[in-house]
């Protein structure tokens, strides 16, 4: 009887870590992915970026050579264009420095973070700017929140991005309505998840536009490349949460993701 | 190498071109002068907008990423208020929206960056021939 129950238990063990190791490899499937299309955005921003000077730079030297080969070649400005030459050369340099400094930090270092505590730093880190535009913060943070498993750089950038989003939408929203709010939440269940959401009382957004909100290259804003939400989807999803946008009843967008824990 | 003015030369054609990176906007203006063009220039499509001169060109050369409105709805704006001038689009960032977008607004031409002078003079010269 007793070697029937330790046989069943080391088969239940067996089934128990397969699954694990199951859950592991999708979950390294699923951060492999997200690590890939976060490197397609990054590899994209820095393409547009450097096509900028190189394109000046073939149409300057190109012009030189135009100059060059008149009657008489007007030399000052031809040196002027040198001069251009050489200084988008070394602004093309500094991006691909950049990007290097970028892909370094590319692996995720995860840590067990306090949402809330890094929530706080977050609005700290805005909150003259908020002064000046006027906005009111509020803050719901969950005392009972779990550590989550994550980043706390990337993390940062994530929700740094969300509070200047919704800074920014509320340009146009009258002085005595502007609230932005930091929401966080602890959801138990089968997947048990924690929930941060940022509220704006902005413009909201087309709710036609709302699957297009995350892609690259897609802004509302005047300045900006439309990468801050693709990018913090890629992160979001490396770290196995969702992140998602809702128009609010009465005015306003929420922007919300998850991050999963372990245990109960 | 500035021509005067394209109004008392009928002759000069003249060329707008949109672009908001100076360094590029710089460099192209610098080539279509070289190559005989009257060349203005705007750093932003606001900026094309409030110039009430606009309406005199033979030719746009319109970036596609501009501050504060895309190259194919100012296009669009253009047209609506009566200005018909051949566009040619310039972009860094290509792809098949872009294109169909291009298409859609009925393009001379659209060049991706970086693009060869020659490509772009032969472009704008043919825009502004068939504008005649």
């Given at each position: 009887m007793q070697t029937v129950l330790i046989i069943a238990l080391l088969v239940q063990n067996r089934r128990h870590s397969r699954a694990r190791a199951d859950v592991q490899r999708q979950y390294a499937e699923i951060t492999h992915a997200a690590r890939l299309a976060l490197i397609g955005e990054i590899t994209a921003s820095v393409a547009h970026e450097v096509t900028q000077p190189l394109s000046a730079i073939l149409s300057n030297v190109e012009t030189a050579d135009l100059l060059l080969s008149q009657p008489q070649p007007n030399v000052p400005l031809v040196r002027e264009i040198l001069k251009d030459v050489r200084q988008d050369d070394l602004r093309a340099d500094n991006i691909v420095r950049r990007l290097r400094t970028l892909l370094r930090k590319r692996e995720l270092q995860l840590e067990d973070v306090d949402v809330n505590a890094l929530a706080s730093s977050v609005l700290s880190l805005v909150l003259p700017d908020a002064v000046r535009r006027n906005i009111l913060i509020r803050t719901s943070l969950d005392p009972s929140l779990p550590r989550a498993s994550a980043d706390p750089v990337h993390l940062q950038q994530v929700l740094l991005n969300l509070v200047i989003n919704a800074m920014d939408s509320m340009?146009?929203?009258p002085l005595e309505q502007r609230v932005l709010e930091i929401r966080t939440e602890r959801v138990p269940g089968a997947h048990p998840h924690l929930t941060v959401t940022v509220l704006d009382k902005?413009?909201?957004?087309?709710p036609a536009k709302k699957d297009k909100l995350?892609?690259?290259?897609?802004?509302?804003?005047?300045?900006?490349?439309?990468?801050g939400l693709s990018i913090a989807r890629s992160i979001v999803r490396m770290h196995g949460g969702a992140i998602w946008a809702e128009n609010r009843n009465g005015g306003g967008a929420s922007f919300a993701f998850t991050l999963p824990f372990k245990g109960p | 190498m500035r021509v005067a003015s394209a109004a008392a030369y009928k002759h000069v054609t003249t060329i707008i071109i949109v672009e908001d990176d100076s360094s590029v906007n710089l460099a192209v203006s610098r080539l279509l002068e070289a190559a005989g063009f009257d060349v203005r220039s705007f750093l932003s499509a606001g900026a094309l907008l409030a110039d009430a001169q606009a309406h005199d060109a033979d030719c746009l050369v319109l970036d596609?990423?501009?501050?504060?409105?895309?190259g194919f709805d100012l296009q669009r704006k253009l047209v609506a208020t009566g200005f018909t001038a051949p566009v040619v689009v310039i972009t860094a960032h290509d792809d098949a929206m872009h294109r169909r977008a291009a298409r859609d607004i009925g393009a001379f031409a659209y060049l991706t960056k970086p693009f060869s002078s020659l490509s772009l003079v032969d472009a704008v010269s043919r825009a502004a021939a068939a504008d005649r």
């Open positions: 340009k146009s929203t902005g413009e909201g957004f087309e995350f892609d690259s290259f897609y802004t509302t804003k005047t300045e900006g490349l439309g990468l | 596609v990423h501009l501050p504060d409105m895309n």
